[in-house]
């Protein structure tokens, strides 16, 4: 394995992401890392022809909230777990939870990622973003067992 300059840390805002946070900690200090932490809210339109017709402007709304609510929550997350890592930076995007963590392993040029193995439902051994992230990613994907 080569220089680790770029640690990515996707979360979904759950404890079960959180359970990650020790390891990523943990590498980033060992190797002096940048910590990218991501958050992905789904894209309401793209439901849009389950439901019928609908207006655009609730679900921009509701994203807007969303996205909103998600950015204070990760501030909180980092300044209580990230403090004392090199440096950190927070990121939120709109759309599939698991390309838009593959395509900014490419877009941010990161090493490593470090995830817990399933999301909010916490339902299965392994969510189907963990699952796609390891299956796609061009990079190591350390998965963690959650708190």
Known sequence: MGEIKNILWPND?????????????????????????????QDLAHHESWYGDFDRSH??????????????RQDEICRKHLQDCAEYHTHIDIGDPARKVID?????????????RRGKTGD????GTAQKVIEYSPVPVVITPGP
């Not at 709304?61 to 609510?69: C, D």
């Not at 900014?104 to 817990?116: E, P």
């Not at 299965?124 to 969510?127: A, D, K, L, Y």
Request: charged share 25%; proline share 2%.
């Open 124 to 127: 299965f051994n392994m969510g």
């Open 13 to 41: 805002l759950s404890k079960c992401s959180e359970g990650a946070l020790p390891h990523v900690r943990s590498l980033a200090k060992k190797y002096n890392a940048v910590v990218h932490v991501l958050y992905v809210a």
């Open 59 to 72: 679900a921009d709304r509701l994203i807007e909230w969303e996205t909103k609510k998600a950015r204070e």
């Open 104 to 116: 900014f392993i490419s877009g941010q040029n990161i090493d490593m990622v470090i995830m817990c």
